[in-house]
């Protein structure tokens, strides 16, 4: 007997969002357990940091991700209208926005004095802000993805769930990126 | 057990298959993998010849020319084409690929840097992440993934659906599927765990006659511990929860059935990295991986443990996106919370602790690992790292992680229990809640674990309160199981008999626990062999007995037929006493002060009778696994056929078909009341149309 398995997008919406909100808070976790070993490290050790990474070049790259906010938000706007032009456009400005955080990012590392294996400051500064520019990358592929299916009309302004939840990594993303500008450059 | 599970339906397509296709006879098909063994093992000491090794290497060889072997005869028997057709084969030879191509690449690059070419850790850790990465491309479960990404036209359905054994060897979205899949690889592996144990064993009855040298009996017992919480208890209850928490809560799948695919095909090489831990040297750091041992150790058997931890802790964390939401968005109309089967708390309370605490054991482990590659010093004090910062973490995961590995075996006790004793559960709202409590008050407790260990004196005395409370909810749990057989009229079978041993082995764990969690009595009695006793307590109370339980009981919905009760009294008889003598003697040797994880005793210490009572007691275990096996078999080819409802249970799973259709429910059913609420006139737990869940009762 043939059984009609069919359900409502709208069903199939609401999952997707509680999904990608665990996800989120299983990745808030991960980032927990880092910020627990920088600031386990830096109560037990005297003299922290150890290096004084300059603050410039990561307080210009907090405005460029916050603008990636804010193209974000622009997006999930302009896709319940209806207007494809602006929402790829706003897409792309996204993960452009995200590909320059990473190219400074890059140019940042390459200058700092110190290297992951130079001493437990540098391995903690590296793998925090290292995770936070993999969770980036992640977001640029995503942002790029959703480019691809709006191009391609697969992305209406009925269907515009894997925007919102795009929009809302993109945000978790950025308000990480203030806890670790904050841990690792502004508290000295 | 693999193939055991779904082997009527092999033997018949093979039989079909040799009418179809002419294949070979059976003798023919030994001969074939007896010289496949052959050249398997020749190819390896040629290779090992050419590495500049000795020719002989026992481990290695074997291990080669055994599996060689039996790829022989499985292609020799089933046809080389029809084999290749299977997504897992495919997935694994291109594993093994990928893996050798990416060791290559690495040492290539080494030399080509000024680096000798051949470092065992980097070498093998990339070549592990290669192998794995090249393994799901060509499974196939990222597939749909790239469709979505780049736009493309969804995957239309295959023409032909898959049928048969087939279906468990090739990547599939049902859940049913999925949560035998993982099953069947849990209990692979659970034998191979015993057996490792079981050598551990026989040669601490003895330790004179020096069966194993140390640092061998320190590589199995760790191998045993991470082989079965990680790849023998996560897959096993994953299995579990991925085949009844959309039947209990009136679901038709999961909510990710793509993502549910891809998460179980995390598990196999996760488990065959942890085995492949033992060719690659072993790791004597125990189960608990603590720096700077683990940073530091020479064998790169660290790196597999770390890297196939990763694995199966990935896996998990998707299984609890998948299962949380499906029980938040998916429950059948009127099932609302309190109506939901205990199972179904115990899944979310579960599902919730493995979606927050893995990360921590995740970062911990990669941290660990890039100590071993790069020479990093988060944990290296000669760097400013901390070493008690790993425990911290390690125990912030893996105490929850104890409750991740009981909870469901507590759900399981707390629903079959009132089945068999036609009696409502009793306190149901209390044992319902007692589930997220016991998550949450287990999320405090962790540096329990670290009372000796220099941790910061102050917290031991929070630390020991909290963990006296987490009894609480627990013994909440004891009570209402003791309250609902109270006056019952019980019937005496099997998962029965299965789940009176497990509440009676968990208080025994849950007591003797109680002692550990108090500081003065812990200083003395830490990391001794009290504490092994206790968790193996633990283990087979809230993990092996409730799940052999489960099996006796869900064996007839899955496979239509029932498991033969004779052997399976025998089995609970064996394992019962096996059991206990394995557990009991344990906590005497702890009290008279025998240390765990060492492989020697002096014998004036009388310690040898109870050293050997603990043996045979694993020894009694096993044989019950392997009546186990033989009874899944016999039954699965000519067990009774069972019924829709054989032991007039009310949940939902017993209103449909044994087994049930592809898509679960032909309706979805209308839930009403409270599930077990058995000799309690007019209460019906759900209702399809006309049928009830009380259908097929005899009260």
Redesign the interface.
Known sequence: MAVSVHESAGARASRLRTGVALFLVSEACLFGSLFWTYYYLRGLTPGWPAHFPSATLPAFNTLVLLAGSGTAWVAARTVRRGSRTRLSAALLATAILGAAFLAVTFWEWGHEVFRPWTDAYGSVFFTLTGFHALHVFGGVVLMLALYARTVRHKISSRNHTTIDVGSLYWHFVDLIWILVFTTVFLIR | MKTVADSPRANRETSEGSAEEGNLSRKLSILIAVCGGIAGGGITMLIRLGLGLHFWGTGPVLVVAVLTGFFAYLSASLGLRVLLSLDSVRGMLTGLGGAAAGMCATSLLRRASGLPAWDADPVLTIGMLTGVACYLVSLGVLNDWWR?????PAREERRRPIRGWRRYFNVDTSHKVIGIQYFVTGLCFLPFGVLLQLIGRTHMIDPHLGILPSAAYESIISDHGILMMFVVVLPVFSGLMNYFVPLLIGA?DV??PR?NAFSFWLTPPAGLLVVLSLMAGGFDTGWTAYPPLSASFENPGMDFILVGVYLAGGSS?LT???I??TV???RAPGMSFFRMPVFIWSSIATVGLS??????I???FL?VL?ERL?????F?PS????VL?YQ??FW?YSHPAVYIFVLIGLGLISDILPVFSRKPLFGYKGVAIANPAIAIGGTVVFAHHMFAAGMPAWLRVPFMVTTLLVAVPTGVKVFAWTATTWMAKMRLQTPLLFVFSAVILFLVGGLTGVPLGIVPIDLYLHDTYWVVGHFHAMFFGGFLMTVIAAIYYWFPKVSGRMLSERIGKWQWLLMTVGMFLLVVPMLGLGLEGMRRRINDYEFAMHFQALHAATAVGGLMVFAGLVLLGRNIVMSLKRGPVAGDNPWGARTLEWMVSSPP???NF?EIPEVLDRPHMHGVAGSVHARVGSKQASQGEQE
């Open positions: 979505w990404a780049t736009g493309a038709r909510a990710f993502l964390i609890a996106i998948n949380l939401t938040f968005k998916m979606l927050v605490f893995t990360p921590f995740a970062m911990a941290m890039s790069l020479g990093m010093g988060f290296n760097m400013g790292g901390q910062l911290f973490l912030f259709p592809e898509h032909d």
